[in-house]
């Protein structure tokens, strides 16, 4: 689905700032006086943001791809610190001349109104003196998923990395887990004092960016940058709050049914990623290309396009999902806006995570597809709370056709039991992160133990009552070190609860009427970004909400659903 370009050269290299300067100058100085003029200048600096973007977007698929590989990490390295500077200068002024009468008197606002608030923002918080602080934050940003690359434990004799040793805690006799959970966050705690202090380093940089911007602190300032138009800090407390009061006393029921099936007096940590009941050995693929094969037929049947595109990205060989020693930690879909496709990211060991993680990078992958046909690249570029939704909501939706994995249907009513366990379950431990960043950027200055001692005060009112964590105090007040946004994507986590919320009320509708189900999420998602995120939820015959009364009735419907499982 490669995209044609009339403005920039297809084979075009870019190995420094030069090779594209041109491009942004007759951009900057070209001719504004029609419609017709207006309109081409539009489409080429899409094009040209399009064409820069997806070179940015190999670099760094190459660099998590294989940290160990030096000549990608150098050519990331020099697009972060010698390209993208200028890039950023040079947007800047294209983002001011398109706040110009010149060009407002000659687009329809209304169309492009996501992007003129945007570029409204974007222009607001600029400062030239911060390029090369974030040329240097990127290149910091990068340096925790190197660090976690290089974790393995010895595990009978076989070298793993941290995803495949924790396939040992689902099912292993209880003294093997305890034993490889020990080793694993054993393993983590040695690096424990380098992520401290590379977090330090984070949260200085991105200090004095806020402060160079004018903001008196970074929470503000991130808003701003994330284009969080449709809510505000306060919604994300009451969020917490509603969290809080009404989904973690049924994550404490669900860990009390727990400690009763496994029949054990007291409920550790190491327990809770076994599958359920005690023996059940829940492998939906035996390799990478069962769970690519199985995955495609999966998205077909529930809508034959969404099938197709899956299937585009595996004959574009955009798939990357083994886990391996040197690979980055996590998963990701990275949209590649000049070829209209994406990239899938993660590190499978055969387990269900890992095909409900494939389930929700393809549902990025699908909204890349059906977004591909808006005629800007900032229509394309959907805020986190919508591209969420394509995800999270594939991971329930997609339940209906589980049975291509598990032919057993009684493994097939444990995998989805989990499924839903789980999609409780995150909501605590996404307001607690949510809660922990805030602390982060509203306490500058703070120590690591400072920091522990919030985490564990969050982990009182988000963690499980149930749960025993005696003798590894150590592990549970340092772990948020896990969570990789943190890191390289600060205060982006909360739209993963607001999305979850959406996802839920989908599947609602779903499991009511299937066709015009799909048909609504297949309109949502080709929106893009070309209306405001509650606009796009409405379009997907769903509200963008998350009150205490709305979170209790879509918990009440994910209970009833799982009780119907364990019937």
Known sequence: MEQHCNFVKTDLEINSFADIEPYYNNLLIRPLETSAQVKKWLDDWSELESFVDENFAWRY??????????????????????????????????????????VQLHIDKAKLFTMVRSAKMDAKIFREENVPLE???????????????????????????????????????????????????????QD???????????????????????????????????????????????FHDAVEKIVVPIVDDINRRRQKLMQVDTLRPYDLPVDLPVGTHLQPFSTIDELVKKTIICFRNIDSELGMYMNKMRQLGRLD????????PGGYNYPLYQSNTSFIFMNATNNLD???????????????????????????????????LASMSMELLSMSQWDIFFEDKNLLKIAKLNQLESVISVLPWIAAIDKFQHFLYTNPGHTAEQREKAWLDIEKRFGCKVVDYSGYEEFLANKWQKQLHIFETPLYYIEYGFAQLGAISIWKHFTENPAQTIANYKKALSLGYSMSIPEIYEAAGIKFCFTPDYIAGLMDFVKAEMKKLEE
């Open 321 to 328: 999902l083994d886990s391996r020693v040197g690979k980055a």
């Open 192 to 238: 424990k004092d380098k992520i401290n202090s590379l977090l330090d380093r984070l949260l200085e940089l991105r200090g004095k960016i806020a402060a160079n911007a004018g903001f008196s602190n970074y929470i503000d300032f991130r808003f701003c940058q994330l284009g969080r138009f449709d809510y505000t800090v306060s919604d994300c407390e009451a």
């Open 354 to 388: 890992d095909m409900t993680t494939l389930m929700h990078e393809g549902g990025h992958a699908v909204h890349a597809f059906l977004c591909s046909k808006l005629p800007l690249v900032a229509l394309k570029s959907t805020p986190a709370e919508v591209a969420e």
């Open 61 to 102: 698929i190459k660099t998590s791809c294989n940290t160990a590989d030096k000549e990608a990490e150098a050519a990331f390295n020099t697009f972060v610190t010698d390209i993208e500077p200028h890039i950023s200068i040079a947007s800047n002024e294209l983002n001011k001349r398109f706040l110009t009468n010149e």
């Open 135 to 189: 040329a240097e934050l990127q290149q910091a940003e990068q340096e925790f998923g190197a660090i976690c690359s290089q974790m393995t434990v010895n595990i009978n004799g076989s070298e793993m990395t941290m995803q495949q040793a924790a396939n040992y805690l689902k099912d292993a006799p209880r003294d093997e887990r305890k034993r490889v959970f020990e080793l694993t966050n054993n393993r983590r705690m």
